[in-house]
């Protein structure tokens, strides 16, 4: 089950960096670059992209996988790391040459 968890949420990952990368700023007019006021800065909003709509989504996904992940790990081992690790023993000393 947790597999399936890992694996949504690196897709999810992936699909929201695309997404967020397509989308274009606030001010992708040609007046911003040089400093000039743009009337999309200050002006109303215009309707939500499908893009947007997406990124939505992929957000809220992201955070119930990544809250299901944290509550998952905290729930997982018990102790530090080392505890669990195997013992290594010292090798045996070698016999006495017989003579």
Do not use: Y
Not at 34 to 61: D, E, H, M, Y
Not at 84 to 94: D, E, G, M, R
């Amino acid at each position: 089950m947790i597999t399936l968890v890992e694996i949504v949420h690196v897709l999810v990952c992936a699909l929201l960096i695309g997404i967020v990368l397509l989308q274009g700023g606030e001010n992708v007019d040609i007046t911003a670059a040089f400093g000039g006021t743009s009337q999309a800065a200050f002006g109303p909003r215009g309707s939500v992209t499908l893009l947007a709509k997406i990124t939505w989504v992929l957000g809220a996904i992201f955070m119930v996988t990544s809250i299901t992940l944290a509550v998952h790990a905290s729930r997982g081992g018990t102790g530090a790391v080392l505890e669990n690790a195997p013992v290594k023993t010292a090798p045996a000393a070698p016999a006495p040459a017989k003579k």
